[in-house]
């Protein structure tokens, strides 16, 4: 990232065109670069000790409380079940059941949703005997949600054990989704195209008009708009096909179903895509034919939309349930990072034909983005952790490493082009560089975008059911080159259950993990996963899980911290009565 210098700026009499009101801004703007440098630094420290001392921000929803409690006894029916979270949820088509001792899924009727409380009322007539009730809403961020809760009617129940957010004592909530669950790669992938989509064209926009109007001529220039504005509005679509079978929980080969479509579109999170593909639409229409942009009314507009289009990302993220300050501040952070990572990828269009005029106005231009970037990602980051070690024990910590490692990558190669700039050397090598490690960062913000943070609960205790057989089973699970896992299940069966899992490399040795993340599921009574707390004791990971039924629980198992990136793996368990 070239550095802006006034006085050899001023000192360049072979301009390519004559003092425009772009040149006049900026060159007001690269004398302050100093104080404005110093500015930004007093501004981000303000920032992280505004965030150390404000409350956390929100992200994915979380259950708060559920009546009745899981694992509570009854003596007669409840009159309904209803479920609070920490912010507004919306309803899936079957998304809640019922389901008995026997995994039959019990006739009721459809439940109601108002802000962050849902209620569904039960039927009188519920006979005696245990029952299930598993959940999966979406958040206001888009991102599903689902856990499970158990009650006993003129009988007991075991409660359900899972990760959950509660207010109360033990066992008093049904499980929520695990944090830093992750979401399926189409999704991800669908998202890291957006984000370069309108990074390539915010960044291009504002080179053209801002740094060097000339250049909104050139068919390089010209083609790498239409380009990000048809990818733009293509990645929306998708973003919109792929959201119903990801917050459904089935197939992606359902992306054109009608009912999942319908149902998604009534969500705030769709509704941001609807309006981010009519503001590709507006944009297109007016930088279609890139020199338009420079005429009087479109430099106006075409700021406009870019910014809109930035204010849906962050409606699309882990701000959209938040005020309207933290959804801002993920605007800001967006856009900034759009016009310096679309800008970097113009200048590696243009090559070396950009006039030196040009690059120092850019430079100035970098220069701001970048400690606005460093400002806001400082807050968005401290936001939404709870402690500092859930840098390391969490997937959304350690994938926010992965970010903050590629972001300092970038800025040294930034540091490389500002010292050939004073050097009155070309800086187009650091450039390029800085440029790819610029999408490597996207590629993970989209990736940490996906991934729930770490839950703002505490996990209650588990209980492992009494009158337990001697009966066990074990599944044996390949972790790929790293080695392979078994889990143990003692006993298994429906009486409650003792979880121990070890890893081993290929030869035999133990693996060391920093975290592995357990869900069981049972796909033949669409029961969807269910997370299982697991803590590490002298290498061995430890959990306890009541299985409500019998037959072949499916088992997700992802480990972290044994190679370049998690490896997930799964296998089957039997489970008697």
Same mark, same amino acid.
């Given at each position: 990232m070239p550095t802006?210098?006034?006085?050899?700026?001023?000192?360049?009499?072979?301009?390519?065109?004559?003092?425009?009101?772009?040149?006049?801004?900026?060159?007001?703007?690269?004398?302050?670069?100093?104080?404005?440098?110093?500015?930004?630094?007093?501004?981000?420290?303000?920032?992280?000790?505004?965030?150390?001392?404000?409350?956390?921000?929100?992200?994915?929803?979380?259950?708060?409380?559920?009546?009745?409690?899981?694992?509570?006894?009854?003596?007669?029916?409840?009159?309904?079940?209803?479920?609070?979270?920490?912010?507004?949820?919306?309803?899936?088509?079957?998304?809640?059941?019922?389901?008995?001792?026997?995994?039959?899924?019990?006739?009721?009727?459809?439940?109601?949703?108002?802000?962050?409380?849902?209620?569904?009322?039960?039927?009188?007539?519920?006979?005696?005997? $245990?029952? /299930?009730?598993?959940? &999966? !809403?979406?958040? %206001?961020?888009?991102?599903?949600?689902?856990? *499970?809760?158990? +009650?006993?009617?003129?009988?007991?129940?075991?409660?359900?054990?899972?990760?959950?957010?509660?207010?109360?004592?033990?066992?008093?909530?049904?499980?929520?989704?695990?944090?830093?669950?992750?979401?399926?790669?189409?999704?991800?992938?669908?998202?890291f195209a957006g984000y370069v989509a309108f990074a390539l064209f915010a960044g291009l926009a504002a080179f053209v008009l801002l740094c060097a109007p000339d250049t909104s001529k050139d068919p390089r220039l010209q083609r790498l708009a239409r380009g990000a504005l048809i990818g733009g509005g293509a990645a929306t679509v998708a973003a919109i096909l792929v959201q119903g079978p990801y917050t $459904?929980? /089935?197939?992606?080969? &359902? !992306?054109?179903? %009608?009912?999942?479509?319908?149902?998604?579109? *009534?969500?705030? +999170?769709?509704?941001?895509?609807?309006?981010?593909?009519?503001?590709?639409?507006?944009?297109?229409?007016?930088?279609?034919?890139?020199p338009r942009i420079v005429s009087e009314l479109a430099s106006w507009l075409v700021p406009a939309g870019v910014v809109g289009i930035a204010a849906t990302l962050a409606a699309a993220g882990h701000a959209a349930a938040a005020g309207p300050i933290d959804l801002g501040i993920d605007a800001l952070h967006a856009l900034t990072a759009g016009l310096w990572v679309g800008g970097l990828a113009t200048l590696v269009t243009l090559g070396r034909s950009v006039e030196p005029d040009a690059l120092h106005r850019f430079s100035t231009l970098a220069l701001v983005s970048v400690l606005t970037l460093i400002a806001t990602g400082t807050l968005n980051s401290l936001s939404r952790l709870n402690a500092v070690d859930d840098l390391w024990q969490t997937g959304f910590g350690v994938t926010l490493l992965v970010k903050l490692a590629l972001v300092a990558g970038t800025l040294a190669a930034a540091a490389i082009s500002r010292r050939r700039v004073q050097q009155n050397r070309t800086p187009l090598p650091s450039v390029r560089l800085e440029a790819s490690l610029t999408v490597a960062v996207l590629a993970v913000t989209a990736l940490l975008t996906m991934t729930a943070p770490p839950s703002r609960g505490a996990e209650p205790a588990t209980q492992a059911g009494a009158g337990q057989a001697a009966t066990n089973d074990t599944v044996k699970m390949s972790l790929g080159k790293q080695g392979k896992a078994a889990l143990t299940v003692l006993?298994?069966?429906?009486?409650?259950?003792?979880?121990?899992?070890?890893?081993?490399d290929t030869d035999g040795r133990p693996l060391r993990a920093s975290k592995v993340t357990l869900k069981v599921a049972n796909p033949s009574r669409d029961i969807a996963p269910i997370s299982v707390p697991m803590t590490s004791d002298s290498g061995v990971w430890i959990g306890s899980y009541r299985f409500p039924f019998p037959g072949t629980w499916k088992t997700i198992l992802t480990v972290d911290g044994i190679g370049s990136s998690a490896v997930v793996t799964t296998g089957d368990v039997t489970i008697r009565e």
């Open positions: 802006f210098d006034p006085l050899r700026a001023a000192g360049n009499d072979s301009r390519p065109f004559p003092a425009s009101s772009a040149e006049r801004r900026f060159a007001s703007l690269g004398s302050l670069s100093a104080a404005a440098r110093r500015m930004a630094l007093l501004g981000t420290l303000a920032v992280v000790a505004w965030t150390l001392l404000a409350s956390p921000a929100a992200a994915h929803a979380e259950l708060v409380s559920i009546t009745p409690t899981n694992g509570a006894q009854l003596s007669a029916p409840p009159v309904q079940v209803q479920m609070t979270f920490t912010e507004p949820v919306h309803l899936i088509n079957d998304g809640i059941r019922l389901v008995d001792d026997k995994g039959a899924t019990v006739a009721t009727p459809y439940p109601t949703v108002e802000g962050n409380t849902v209620s569904w009322r039960m039927p009188a007539d519920l006979a005696d005997g $245990a029952y /299930v009730v598993t959940w &999966r !809403v979406v958040s %206001a961020d888009g991102h599903p949600v689902s856990g *499970a809760s158990s +009650f006993g009617v003129g009988s007991a129940a075991t409660a359900v054990p899972s990760s959950v957010s509660g207010t109360g004592s033990a066992n008093t909530s049904g499980g929520t989704a695990a944090a830093g669950s992750i979401a399926p790669w189409p999704v991800i992938a669908v998202r $459904a929980g /089935v197939s992606m080969t &359902r !992306v054109l179903d %009608a009912k999942l479509l319908q149902q998604t579109l *009534a969500t705030p +999170f769709d509704a941001a895509m609807v309006w981010r593909l009519a503001l590709y639409g507006v944009l297109g229409m007016l930088a279609w034919r890139l006993p298994a069966n429906t009486a409650g259950s003792h979880l121990h899992l070890v890893l081993s």
